[in-house]
């Protein structure tokens, strides 16, 4: 099979699809991979590097986008709309819930498309959960670098120090991101509280966190209660393939004190927030009701080579089963990568994406019934 790894164009989006070893695994299993000369510069792979393993450097994105799989790190942009076509398998990262515009060009143009954030493994989301980790983990140094009082923050210093109490952090979900969000966040010397609606859940993370992190049961009230005391806001919640669902109302935004900082992870599904709105890595935050809001829809983007080697380490496996067994092989021999097709032959066929969207679900054909679950 001939794989494309095209250079990312999304705004401050400096990560790969594939690193020069994963080239060479595929190369070794018979393949010819295409990479777009330039692709890995961002994070820190030479076109010569990729050559030496065996990869065809093309300058041209057409050339790349003209392979059979094309795998990607965020979602196409409009500039690559042309690229997509019927007999064209994409796979990469999609968040179509929130990109009304992108899931019609690929139900128009036929695409198969399977997204990262739904393929799922043993209950989990493998291919989600490594950037959802780093997200979670660089939250909390985003937010403590805009509490600084010449970012317009608080001036509110998150460990505090002797005889300063330290600040309070709030955390919406305690997911993947939301773990490694409320880990960092302890480990400074914060008192934070995760609200979270599963009690086994919960019960987790009171036994994996340190005792500086509390949880606490998700509802209007709690969240409110807690937003008032709050000098950091961590939003992330997460229903797979579905729209993230606004927990956070304007109304209840004004109850936080001027100067805090919310980071909105879920932007990529939404934004868990009245207020969100996506920014991107060149211009990432803006002031609403008196917070400043973070909401950049590729984070993980920032520590691209970390990013990178996490997330192709994870996909690997994946592409190669594609490659060796062509798609519908490859559909059928694994359910989790099945799950992840949200469209195909012009449908959508996964059901979170078509309720999100307001669109037609059609059974998903190769098993998987369009549901994943939580990471």
Same mark, same amino acid.
């Given at each position: 099979m001939i794989i494309g790894i095209p250079k990312e164009v999304k705004t401050g989006e400096l990560r790969v699809a594939c690193t020069p070893a994963g080239v060479r695994h595929l190369v070794a299993g018979g393949h010819r991979v295409f990479v777009q000369k330039g692709a890995g510069e961002g994070s820190g792979f030479s076109d010569e590097a990729f050559m030496k393993a065996g990869a065809e450097v093309l300058p041209e994105a057409e050339d790349v986008w003209a392979a059979e799989l094309v795998v990607k790190v965020k979602e196409?942009?409009?500039?690559?709309?042309?690229?997509?076509?019927? !007999?064209?398998?994409?796979?990469?990262?999609?968040?179509?819930?929130a990109l009304p515009g992108l899931a019609g060009a690929l139900l128009q143009r036929g695409v198969s498309a399977i997204a990262y954030e739904t393929v799922s493994a043993g #209950?989990?989301?493998?291919?989600?959960?490594?950037?959802?980790? $780093?997200?979670?983990?660089?939250?909390?140094?985003?937010?403590?670098?805009?509490?600084?009082?010449?970012?317009? &923050? /608080?001036?509110?210093?998150? /460990?505090?120090?002797? #005889?300063?109490?330290?600040?309070?952090?709030?955390?919406? #979900?305690? &997911? /993947?991101?939301? *773990?490694?969000?409320a880990r960092v966040a302890g480990a400074l010397g914060a008192r934070v509280?995760?609200?979270?609606?599963?009690?086994?859940? *919960?019960?987790?993370?009171d036994t994996a966190l340190g005792a500086n992190v509390r949880t606490l049961f998700s509802n209007d009230q709690h969240i409110v209660e807690e937003l008032a005391v709050a000098d950091l806001l961590v939003g992330a919640v997460l229903v797979p393939g579905a729209s993230a669902p606004k927990l956070v109302g304007r109304e209840m935004l004004r109850s936080m004190r001027p100067g805090s900082v919310f $980071?909105?992870? /879920?932007?990529?599904?939404?934004g868990c927030s009245e207020t969100s709105r996506p920014t991107t890595h060149e211009d990432p935050v803006y002031r609403e009701e008196g917070v400043l809001h973070y909401c950049v829809t590729n984070m993980p983007g920032a520590f691209a080579r970390t990013s990178t080697e996490a997330l192709a380490g994870s996909?690997?496996?994946?592409?190669?089963? $594609?490659? !060796?067994?062509g798609f519908k092989g490859a559909m059928r021999g694994m359910p989790g990568l099945a799950e992840g097709?949200?469209?195909?032959?012009?449908?959508?066929?996964?059901?979170?994406?078509?309720?999100s969207l307001g669109m037609e679900y059609r059974r998903n054909p190769f098993g998987a019934d369009g549901h994943a679950s939580a990471s």
């Open positions: 196409p942009v409009a500039d690559e709309y042309p690229f997509l076509r019927e !007999d064209l398998l994409l796979f990469a990262f999609l968040h179509l819930a #209950g989990g989301l493998p291919l989600l959960a490594p950037m959802s980790e $780093i997200a979670g983990r660089m939250s909390v140094m985003a937010g403590a670098f805009y509490l600084a009082a010449h970012f317009g &923050g /608080s001036g509110r210093l998150l /460990s505090g120090v002797p #005889g300063v109490l330290p600040g309070n952090v709030v955390v919406l #979900g305690g &997911g /993947s991101a939301g *773990m490694e969000a509280t995760v609200v979270e609606r599963d009690r086994e859940r *919960m019960r987790f993370l $980071i909105d992870i /879920s932007i990529d599904q939404g996909t690997l496996p994946y592409v190669r089963a $594609i490659a !060796d067994s097709l949200n469209t195909w032959r012009g449908r959508v066929t996964n059901r979170a994406v078509a309720e």
